[in-house]
């Protein structure tokens, strides 16, 4: 059964700050893996989507890495600002019964401060 | 392009009755996944529905149901509702139900069971 663990559980840093954010996953038979944000309340933003066949993807100042082989993913936000404050969620895609699933890790909680 | 749409957005609902939630995916995109998402145990695959066939099933028991119509709009529903399945529950889109697409969620329909 996959199981994905985030770490740390939250995070506050200071605005300006460089962060990562760590993704770890049981099996290395995963398809994608996906990045979102979160806000309280509210549905999940897509971030960033790195293919099985990839080895990171960059959008803005988020920079997302994928080691299969290890069970790791990484996301780096560089220069984090207040508005970056929110709950972040890598989630691994398999593939079964022939259709999509996602298997959510349990999240990391941001709080940049000014 | 209009996003994932779900409603309603807040239902609140007493033990014992039945509920159905609807989802609009975004245009063109043909496999919507439904997952609930609560505090103890995060975010949970229910089900994957492609060309109006269920094709994944999580590990929730029969109350939870769900359709999809030949538009690609779902709906789930959940009888007999019990006060553990007050929950925010979210349905995600992809273009293709292929591996390699990304999954867009849409704001949720937050489920209050009294």
């Known amino acids: 059964k996959q199981e994905v663990t985030q770490i740390p559980a939250a995070l506050s840093v200071p605005e300006g700050e460089n962060l990562v954010l760590n993704c770890s996953f049981t099996?290395?038979?995963?398809?994608?893996l996906q990045w979102f944000r979160q806000d309280p309340g509210k549905g999940l933003t897509s971030l960033l989507l790195?293919?099985?066949?990839?080895r990171e993807q960059t959008s803005g100042r988020l920079n997302a890495s994928l080691d299969k082989s290890s069970g790791r993913s990484t996301l780096y936000i560089a220069a984090s600002q207040p508005g970056d404050s929110a709950t972040y969620l890598c989630?691994?895609?398999?593939?079964?019964?022939?259709?999509?699933?996602?298997?959510f890790g349990t999240g990391t909680q941001l709080k940049v401060e000014l | 392009k209009a996003g994932v749409t779900q409603t309603p957005r807040y239902l609140i609902k007493t033990r014992g009755q039945q509920v159905t939630l609807s989802c609009s995916p975004i245009?063109?995109?043909?496999?919507v996944s439904w997952y609930q998402q609560t505090p103890g145990q995060g975010l949970q695959f229910l089900f994957e529905?492609?060309?109006?066939?269920?094709?994944n099933k999580g590990n929730f028991p029969g109350r939870f149901s769900g359709r999809q119509f030949s538009n690609s709009r779902s709906e789930m529903n959940v009888s007999t509702l019990e006060l553990g399945d007050s929950a925010l529950y979210l349905c995600?889109?992809?273009?293709?139900?292929?591996?390699?697409?990304?999954?867009?969620f849409g704001p949720g329909t937050r489920l209050t069971v009294t």
């Open positions: 995600a889109s992809s273009l293709v139900a292929g591996i390699n697409y990304e999954q867009y």
């Open positions: 099996d290395s038979a995963i398809y994608n």
């Open positions: 790195i293919q099985s066949s990839q």
């Open positions: 989630a691994v895609h398999i593939l079964t019964g022939g259709g999509n699933k996602l298997t």
């Open positions: 245009s063109g995109h043909r496999s």
């Open positions: 529905y492609f060309s109006e066939t269920q094709r």
